[in-house]
């Protein structure tokens, strides 16, 4: 079994920044891919960044250029720099570890860090 715990969320003021961690421990498989999803009162949860175990990254459109995903494949450890904050950045940020096995995958989840930017 997998667990994975978020650190680094809090209260910032807009344009401020922040850093998000994600430690992962148990039994991993290599081929995976960690990402960082969030959700906002009242919305559906929905996907900030992924890094696959080979360092390819996807983001969604509104982070880029704001935000870096990086992991440390040796201390199972991911994080996530969040660079010009705004208001509608506010959520709780949740980590995740997809495995992909034998044709399918297995998602893992934290806790979740909140995250609010105000003024």
């Known amino acids: 079994q997998v667990q994975l715990v978020e650190s680094g969320g809090g209260l910032v003021q807009p344009g401020g920044s922040l850093r998000l961690s994600c430690a992962a421990s148990?039994?991993?498989?290599?081929?995976?891919?960690m990402g960082w999803y969030r959700q906002a009162t009242g919305k559906e949860r929905e996907l900030v960044a992924r890094i696959f175990s080979a360092g390819i990254t996807n983001y969604a459109d509104s982070v880029k250029g704001r935000f870096t995903i990086s992991r440390d494949n040796a201390k199972n450890m991911m994080s996530l720099q969040m660079n010009n904050l705004k208001p509608e950045d506010t959520a709780v940020y949740y980590c995740n570890l997809r495995e992909f096995r034998g044709g399918g995958h297995t998602d893992y989840w934290g806790q979740g860090t909140q995250v609010t930017v105000s003024s």
């Open positions: 148990g039994s991993i498989f290599s081929f995976n891919v």
